[in-house]
């Protein structure tokens, strides 16, 4: 591979999204609301193993459910109340087509992505579910099947590392146009069973006339939640005529007026009729994996 992409924030390192792990709790403990859908915390009571509360008997509780120690502790029927079990799996989706392998300060959009993909799919691992993945690109997807613990989160940065090579390989061969993004999305149903979650990392460029439709098929089985990956250097651009070399070799000039208003870079935006969270590339991760904490909440509802 060409050695300048081989530079930090450029090329993509197993180890980078290993140590990502560590910045699980940035965005502290308590109850936040998401601008994602179901941003409400909640706790679902249920038949699960883990005890959620112990209260006084009812008519029409479960005998079976009788706490002995409270019960003989104050004299009165008391029964518990368990956590509901759900196997909550979520199936990560990262763009790597061309448009999101560029970026003007601390890394590729391409890089930011991967990496607030693992930052939440580290959390969902640490929370007991499975993680799978879907990388998309010019080329051939890179699919890696749903799996638990540790060993499948490892698997998944593993699939991230390989499409992301790939992406950057067919970069250097002259591929620079993005296939449509619904098109991309086509086979998301097949990789992802019903009732997952599935987080879309992408800048959302080309992305199709087809992909509201897409979103919503996918919404009436599924929970999809989207990122989008920006550069907020480039979004706040200063006046001026900036110089531009097009795909064909050949040059030309852009003008930037100022007129409009500047981009908040924590401003989140409506895609395809879906809420979407904005993340800035240029940040650092700690503070992606802060906003990623607040929108993604661990009781959240999947």
């Not at 930011?112 to 959390?123: C, F, R, T």
């Not at 809420?275 to 992606?288: H, K, N, Q, T």
């Given at each position: 591979?060409?050695?300048?992409?081989?530079?930090?924030?450029?090329?993509?390192?197993?180890?980078?999204?290993?140590?990502?792990?560590?910045?699980?709790?940035?965005?502290?403990?308590?109850?936040?609301?998401?601008?994602?859908?179901?941003?409400?915390?909640?706790?679902?009571?249920?038949?699960?193993?883990?005890?959620?509360?112990?209260?006084?008997?009812?008519?029409?509780?479960?005998?079976?459910?009788?706490?002995?120690?409270?019960?003989?502790?104050?004299?009165?029927?008391?029964?518990?109340?368990?956590?509901?079990?759900?196997?909550?799996?979520?199936?990560?989706?990262?763009?790597?087509?061309?448009?999101?392998?560029?970026?003007?300060?601390?890394?590729?959009?391409?890089?930011?992505?991967?990496?607030?993909?693992?930052?939440?799919?580290?959390?969902?691992?640490?929370?007991?579910?499975?993680?799978?993945?879907?990388?998309v690109g010019a080329g051939e997807p890179v699919a890696v099947t749903v799996r638990?613990?540790?060993?499948?989160?490892?698997?998944?940065?593993?699939?991230?590392?390989?499409?992301?090579?790939?992406?950057?390989?067919?970069?250097?061969?002259?591929?620079?146009?993005?296939?449509?993004?619904?098109?991309?999305?086509?086979?998301?149903?097949?990789?992802?069973?019903?009732?997952?979650?599935?987080?879309?990392?992408?800048?959302?460029?080309?992305?199709?006339?087809?992909?509201?439709?897409?979103?919503?098929?996918?919404?009436?089985?599924?929970?999809?939640?989207?990122?989008?990956?920006?550069?907020?250097?480039?979004?706040?651009?200063?006046?001026?005529?900036?110089?531009?070399?097009?795909?064909?070799?050949?040059?030309?000039?852009?003008?930037?007026?100022?007129?409009?208003?500047?981009?908040?870079?924590?401003?989140?935006?409506?895609?395809?009729?879906?809420?979407?969270?904005?993340?800035?590339?240029?940040?650092?991760?700690?503070?992606?994996?802060?906003?990623?904490?607040?929108?993604?909440?661990?009781?959240?509802?999947?």
């Amino acid at each position: 591979m060409n050695p300048a992409l081989e530079a930090p924030g450029i090329a993509l390192r197993a180890g980078a999204l290993i140590a990502l792990r560590g910045f699980l709790g940035q965005g502290g403990d308590a109850a936040q609301l998401s601008a994602l859908p179901g941003g409400f915390v909640t706790k679902r009571r249920g038949h699960g193993q883990e005890v959620a509360d112990v209260r006084e008997y009812v008519a029409g509780d479960d005998i079976r459910h009788l706490d002995r120690g409270a019960t003989a502790r104050t004299g009165t029927l008391h029964v518990r109340r368990f956590q509901e079990e759900r196997d909550r799996v979520t199936v990560l989706v990262a763009d790597f087509r061309p448009s999101m392998l560029w970026g003007t300060r601390r890394a590729f959009r391409s890089v930011a992505a991967a990496e607030a993909l693992a930052l939440i799919g580290w959390q969902v691992i640490e929370e007991g579910g499975r993680v799978g993945l879907l990388a998309v690109g010019a080329g051939e997807p890179v699919a890696v099947t749903v799996r638990g613990r540790a060993r499948g989160m490892l698997a998944v940065i593993g699939g991230l590392v390989r499409a992301h090579e790939a992406a950057l390989e067919l970069a250097l061969a002259g591929v620079q146009e993005d296939p449509p993004l619904d098109q991309s999305l086509s086979g998301l149903g097949r990789v992802a069973p019903v009732g997952a979650e599935l987080v879309i990392a992408s800048g959302f460029d080309v992305p199709g006339d087809g992909l509201p439709d897409r979103l919503t098929e996918l919404a009436r089985r599924r929970s999809p939640r989207l990122i989008w990956l920006h550069d907020a250097l480039a979004d706040n651009l200063p006046p001026g005529s900036y110089p531009i070399r097009l795909a064909g070799g050949g040059r030309t000039r852009a003008r930037i007026s100022g007129d409009g208003p500047a981009f908040a870079a924590t401003q989140d935006r409506h895609i395809a009729g879906f809420p979407a969270l904005a993340i800035d590339a240029g940040a650092a991760p700690e503070v992606s994996a802060r906003r990623l904490s607040a929108a993604f909440p661990p009781d959240r509802e999947p």
